[in-house]
């Protein structure tokens, strides 16, 4: 089973500024993956940055980049150089490895102040 | 632009319509999937098809009957929907039904669901 904790339900950014979204998960999967997904109001859900758990390296994607703490279960997301575009429902999830499955956060809220 | 279609994006139905929703990918996935999502809540996973086949069924009501005609589209059938049922219904495809780092699921614009 698996379980994905999205502590901040809501943030706000001022543009250009960096911020960071907390996501901590809970697995007994040895082998997983987690994942950073986006969904603006036009709803649809946007595959922002993918690590698997086995890779220590963080993954960075332009300016997305996560912390990928494996003993602490925490897989934060930074962005860089907030845009007003980056202003979205952000979701953290987690899937073992072979599974069909995605377990969802409850998702943090982003605000870009312009 | 989305890879994965979904139309309507809008339905407003009746309890006692009958009425389908639509999802189209031609990425050459061969898993699909149908989540429900409410507002401010994340998405809710109801189906999924892996080579046309139904491997997962969230203990769904029967009144959302899915469909796999081929390996690109996907249909979710409503029949007899509650107040309940109102919500965005998304459609997601992956490349082989497996859950890999490299083959993340795909997702639709969705469609914005009402039952009157």
């Known amino acids: 089973a698996q379980t994905v904790t999205q502590s901040q339900p809501e943030m706000s950014v001022q543009e250009a500024e960096t911020v960071t979204l907390s996501c901590t998960y809970d697995t007994s999967e040895s082998d997983y993956y987690l994942f950073w997904y986006k969904q603006p109001p036009s709803r649809q859900m946007i595959l922002v940055i993918r690590q698997e758990a086995y890779k220590q390296q963080n993954a960075t994607e332009n300016r997305f980049s996560v912390n990928f703490q494996k003993a602490a279960k925490s897989f934060s997301l930074k962005i860089s150089d907030s845009q007003l575009g980056d202003a979205a429902m952000y979701f953290c999830?987690?899937?073992?490895?072979?599974?069909?499955?995605?377990?969802f956060g409850k998702g943090t809220k982003l605000s870009v102040i312009p | 632009d989305t890879e994965v279609t979904q139309t309507p994006k809008h339905l407003v139905m009746g309890m006692t319509n009958k009425k389908s929703l639509k999802c189209e990918q031609h990425?050459?996935?061969?898993?699909m999937y149908w989540y429900k999502q409410k507002a401010k809540k994340p998405p809710e996973l109801m189906f999924v098809y892996s080579y046309e086949k139904l491997s997962i069924n969230e203990s769904v009501p029967s009144r959302f009957s899915p469909e796999c005609p081929n390996s690109s589209l996907l249909n979710l059938h409503l029949h007899a929907l509650q107040p309940e049922d109102s919500a965005l219904y998304l459609c997601?495809?992956?490349?082989?039904?497996?859950?890999?780092?490299?083959?993340?699921?795909?997702f639709g614009d969705g469609t914005r669901l009402s039952i009157l």
């Open positions: 999830a987690s899937s073992g490895a072979g599974s069909y499955q995605l377990t």
């Open positions: 990425m050459g996935h061969r898993a």
């Open positions: 997601a495809s992956s490349q082989d039904g497996r859950m890999r780092s490299n083959q993340p699921q795909h």
